[in-house]
């Protein structure tokens, strides 16, 4: 049970690069899961464009939705956005930071996928094989066809095993046109995302640095403190529990030993220092109001006691100003006393 304690705590401290690590498992899964996922193209003119497009683009959006899922943070931003303002506003560009953090590592197996799928071509020989320009590639000495039969022939090219032979063009020269159009725009696809890629990672800190410092900052704040409130509701619970579970049994042994005429036990010393944690939350009702009051009115993040006002109106400071002339009584004394 400690082993995995510790690689609990391990995960928390390290909760970016276990992150990353996910991220970067989902994309082999991504690539694995499309290596061996059987590609039937339906070779029908009304589901060939469907099907093809639902295999672009259905498992990426899956894809991505599960890399939101797989992220602890979800749920932290979700509850910082809908949280009442309270006594703290909401910072927008924090929030804008956050989902963006996510979003990246959410885009790495869905970019995958869609560049293993464009590169490999079966679906975009599926999907558009009815518009191979037939007049450029086709046999132009062949009787014509009709719209409908037109696409019905152009339709079967991806199944060889069920083409009928037309001669209206030849399979292998359409396949290999669809497929040298789907890797160009799997290339292109590539070289998108990592130019894109490039400039967030290292043009955006350069325009927004005291934004994107701030926003950092504060996002990571947000983190710690739902962190350390958890833990601290974990160890109020645990002496609010072990007070309670001693009280009990306490008063089982108190009338055990009052049937028997024995003095009672004194009361252990862990049951004080455990009082002391609970901080005057002794009861059900004051611990819900403390919760929901943390949840309606979270604290302002402002350290700083407020000035106390003085008679005349004025803010009377705690401590005098440095500039303040001290009594050179008060000094003779003092350096009597070095």
């Known amino acids: 049970m400690d082993k995995f304690r510790m690689i609990f705590q391990f995960l928390q401290s390290n909760q970016e690069s276990f992150m990353n690590g996910i991220c970067g498992i989902m994309a ?10 059987d590609f039937n193209c339906p070779c029908l003119p009304c589901y060939n464009l469907a099907y093809g497009l639902g295999i672009l683009l259905v498992p990426p ?11 602890n943070n979800v749920s932290m931003l979700a509850e910082e956005w809908r949280r009442p303002r309270g006594h703290r506003g909401k910072d927008p560009a924090v929030l ?23 590169l490999d071509g079966k679906c975009i020989t599926c999907a558009f094989c009815t518009s191979v320009p037939v007049e450029t590639l086709g046999n132009a000495s062949h009787p014509g066809f009709s719209q409908g039969e ?11 095993e069920i083409y009928d032979g037309q001669e209206l063009i030849a399979n292998e020269v359409a396949v ?5 159009i789907s890797q160009a725009l799997g290339w292109c696809f590539v070289l998108l995302m990592t130019t894109m890629a490039f400039l967030v990672r290292s043009l955006r800190p350069c325009f927004t640095q005291a934004i994107f410092l701030k926003s950092r900052y504060w996002s990571h704040y947000i983190d710690i403190e739902r962190k350390l409130f958890d833990e601290t509701c974990a160890e109020h619970a645990r002496s609010f529990a072990r007070v309670c579970i001693q009280q009990f049994f306490e008063g089982m042994s108190t009338d055990l030993e009052a049937a028997r ?6 009361t252990p010393a862990d049951a004080g220092e455990a009082v002391e944690k609970l901080l005057g939350i002794t009861d059900q009702s004051t611990m819900n109001s403390a919760l929901k009051s943390w949840h309606r009115c979270k604290p302002p993040l402002h350290l700083h006691q407020p000035a106390l006002p003085s008679s005349n109106g004025w803010p009377q400071e705690e401590h005098p100003p440095a500039h303040t002339p001290v009594p050179r009584r008060e000094m003779a004394a003092y350096y009597s006393r070095v």
């Not at 959006?61 to 992220?71: A, S, T």
């Open 28 to 37: 082999l899964a991504s690539a694995q899961m499309y290596s061996a996922f």
């Open 61 to 71: 959006f899956i894809l991505f939705l599960l890399g939101f899922v797989l992220n």
């Open 150 to 160: 037109m696409k019905r022939v152009l339709a079967r090219i991806p199944c060889k």
């Open 176 to 180: 290999r046109y669809l497929r040298c």
């Open 96 to 118: 804008r930071y956050m989902f963006c953090s996510m979003a990246q590592r959410a885009m790495i197996a869905p970019v995958v996928w869609v560049s293993v799928t464009l």
């Open 261 to 266: 005429c024995h003095p009672p036990r004194k």
